[in-house]
């Protein structure tokens, strides 16, 4: 029976993916010598030929892209278990509400940085509306929320305090006397509220163009150039985006900002929760950068 070698894996996998051997070897700390040998002593093993090579090229052959998949679960899950009876990362299940302006901006760093930082860590993730996570966070439904804060709720280590924006399609006008087409959520939102109040108090009219219970849904009827939307000019950096900030000629009353806030079932977290809460601390603010 065959019984593969770590290193030589690890090695492997380095080569397949810088696609060079000296490469490899700088990555792992080792010498190109070294890294053929191991590669060598994996296809002796295998009975296979991993890689097809000459003076400029590294490919993998078929048999070598098989042991590529192979081999990434063996030394991922290798890792875990080190982890898990080295005790060097808290283990168990943290029920995680975000808030739905997050996950279409910068959301999927923040979690590969919890994945790297924790790989024993498992997280439920919930996508809403901030008012609805604080519902399930206060009914016990989720462990943590990193969302923006309430108004009038001072709970939370505060991580970033965010302008608002008013968003719309590039090649949207809107004059200064108009109406404003809005594009906000069905129910009460802190966002929604603060467009509608900034609006009211500088008496202006203003009436809802189109409205949808995710921001995937605001962002594609702002998109569509059907209104503008109060949001964090973050939207403006997501993939395919068409959104600006809308001019000045629009005379809009300022929205000011709103806060950005981790905030557990209790004052005190223990556990995976705190290890999770203290890596949104101290990473969260990055996401602004």
């Not at 919930?126 to 609805?132: A, D, P, Q």
């Amino acid at each position: 029976m065959t019984v593969f070698d770590l290193n030589q894996l690890r090695t492997f996998l380095a080569v397949a993916d810088a696609r060079h051997f000296t490469a490899a070897g700088a990555a792992l700390g080792i010498s190109q010598s070294t890294v053929s040998q191991h590669i060598r002593r994996l296809e002796a093993a295998c009975g296979r030929q991993l890689f097809e090579r000459d003076t400029h090229t590294v490919v993998l052959t078929a048999d070598g892209t098989v042991l590529a998949e192979l081999a990434r679960d063996i030394v991922g899950l290798s890792r875990q278990a080190a982890d898990y009876f080295t005790d060097s990362a808290p283990r168990g299940r943290v029920r995680l509400g975000v808030s739905d302006d997050l996950t279409l901006t910068r959301l999927a760093d923040l979690l590969r940085d919890v994945g790297r930082a924790n790989p024993t860590l498992s997280v439920e993730l919930t996508v809403g509306l901030t008012s609805l996570l604080y519902q399930k966070l206060d009914a016990g439904r989720l462990d943590l929320v990193f969302a923006k804060r309430q108004p009038g709720d001072d709970r939370g280590t505060l991580i970033h305090r965010e302008r608002l924006a008013w968003l719309a399609h590039r090649d949207l006008a809107l004059g200064a006397d108009e109406a404003v087409p809005l594009v906000l959520y069905p129910n009460a939102s802190i966002t929604s509220t603060l467009a509608m109040e900034a609006l009211n108090g500088a008496r202006r009219p203003w009436f809802v163009a189109c409205s949808s219970e995710t921001l995937a849904g605001l962002r594609a009827g702002a998109q569509a150039g059907l209104g503008v939307m109060a949001q964090s000019p973050l939207l403006m950096r997501a993939p395919g985006s068409d959104l600006v900030e809308v001019d000045d000629r629009a005379a809009l009353p300022p929205l000011g900002e709103v806060e950005f806030v981790v905030l557990g079932r209790s004052r005190r977290l223990q556990g995976a929760p705190s290890a999770l809460a203290d890596l949104i601390i101290k990473k969260g603010p990055g996401l602004w950068a």
